[in-house]
């Protein structure tokens, strides 16, 4: 004789909800068709305007697979001589990085609602930096090398008041984040202002802080090896090199170093995360 096994009474939906999964479906609203009718005008739109065309796809897939087969192998005596390069492009990100967070924090603090001395201040700052954010690394690469000349040093400015725009405003959201009770529980024992950023602001925002730091530092990673493309040291400056010359070989075997350079920092970035945060 076999036991039925009711199921359990949790399980079983109320009225509403069957009736909300029976419910049969609807035709679409007005405001819903016209939001598709723009995406698909939109799509249309901008495929015309990036001139796709099957001609382009159909002579792409052989040049591609011809480029690809010029790179292989990748020149080996070219290994050791990209050392120095590696090093200066650390260098620049990670000296481009110190200087961002320098410049980041009085915009954060200014930028933040909760502790903007005014709106006006508040709202100057968000300004500020929605400009520098505008800007990409490459172009304020391009436009401190014109004005410093070739080098490694025109990349650490150009990196260090590019992130100011992305740092400056993540820093400002993780100051905003805070709990206000303990600023005020500080500022109740009649601190200063420096005294209430230092022991209510800072150590609430500071595990934020810190992650968004050493993301900047991977990006900072990655765009030193794109501005040496434009003059401005570092590895990048190889890689137009060897492109300039068609020494595509070399090209491989820097791409191979920037690969493992990348993967190389992200995995540390990681680990410091995880220590300590």
């Given at each position: ?9 949790g399980?079983?939906l ?8 029976l ?14 009718l ?7 739109w ?12 159909q ?22 001589r ?18 961002s967070?320098i410049?980041s ?12 001395p005014h ?7 968000r300004m500020?930096?929605n400009?520098?954010?505008?800007i990409?690394?490459l ?7 014109a ?5 490694p040093?025109a ?6 008041i ?13 100051i ?15 601190a200063?202002?420096?005294?209430v950023?230092?022991f ?12 968004y730091?050493?993301?900047d530092?991977?990006?900072?990673i ?23 010359q068609?020494?595509f070989?070399?090209?491989?075997t ?8 990348v ?13 300590l945060?």
């Amino acid at each position: 004789m076999t036991a039925t096994v009711n199921p359990p009474t949790g399980a079983a939906l109320s009225p509403s909800e069957r009736a909300a999964l029976l419910k049969p479906i609807t035709f679409p609203k007005p405001l819903t068709i016209l939001l598709l009718l723009i995406f698909l005008a939109l799509t249309v739109w901008s495929l015309i305007g990036v001139e796709i065309s099957p001609q382009k796809l159909q002579r792409f897939f052989p040049n591609i697979i011809r480029f690809v087969g010029s790179l292989w192998p990748p020149d080996n005596s070219y290994w050791l001589r990209m050392i120095d390069p590696i090093l200066a492009t650390v260098q620049m990100a990670f000296l481009g990085t110190i200087l961002s967070v320098i410049l980041s924090l009085p915009f954060a603090l200014l930028a933040a609602r909760n502790t903007s001395p005014h709106p006006v201040v508040y709202q100057t700052s968000r300004m500020i930096l929605n400009a520098i954010r505008a800007i990409p690394s490459l172009v304020w690469a391009i436009i401190f090398v014109a004005a410093m000349g070739f080098g490694p040093f025109a990349g650490v400015i150009a990196l260090g008041i590019g992130q100011v725009g992305v740092l400056g405003k993540l820093y400002s959201e993780a100051i905003e984040a805070i709990n206000p009770r303990q600023v005020e529980a500080v500022s109740a024992t009649g601190a200063g202002v420096l005294q209430v950023f230092a022991f209510g602001v800072l150590p609430q925002a500071m595990p934020l802080m810190i992650s968004y730091t050493l993301l900047d530092f991977e990006s900072n990673i990655r765009s030193a090896t794109v501005l040496g493309i434009v003059g401005a040291g570092g590895i990048g400056f190889e890689l137009q090199a060897s492109f300039s010359q068609f020494q595509f070989k070399q090209v491989m075997t820097i791409l191979i170093e920037i690969v493992l350079l990348v993967t190389v920092i992200d995995q540390l970035s990681a680990f410091v995360r995880r220590r300590l945060i």
